[in-house]
């Protein structure tokens, strides 16, 4: 049986790339084009176009918090955060009650606002 694919990016290039899932013996997956490791963001994984600025410095963020987009049993990886400025009222929500950075970006509605 073939089993699935999943995304890895390389976010000095912006570029995705889908490839099998990392087995136990896998070595670290390198970029084609400028030989930096890839990320192995998950299944549930849109990547932004190219030329979207704000679409990779918003998953920037989101990947050095530890977000990532697997699928989960009911479907997809549930909320993430697509714009900057979702992200700054997440970090701000965090910053001010004490809850990890990576919690608060996968929240869907803040308690509060900023």
């Not at 704000?54 to 050095?64: E, P």
Request: hydrophobic share 30%; net charge positive; with cysteine.
């Amino acid at each position: 049986m073939m089993h699935g694919k999943t995304s890895y990016v390389c976010l000095p290039c912006r570029a995705s790339y889908k490839q099998p899932y990392p087995g136990h013996h896998d070595n670290d997956r390198v970029c084609p084009r400028c030989a930096e490791p890839l990320i192995h963001v998950g299944s549930a994984f849109a990547a932004p176009k190219r030329r979207d600025t704000a679409g990779w410095r918003t998953l920037s963020v989101l990947l050095h918090a530890g977000v990532r987009f697997h699928k989960s049993c009911c479907g997809g990886p549930g909320y993430r955060p697509r714009t900057l400025g979702e992200v700054r009222e997440r970090m701000a929500y965090a910053r001010t009650t004490g809850e990890p950075f990576a919690q608060a970006l996968v929240r869907r509605d803040l308690p509060w606002q900023p």
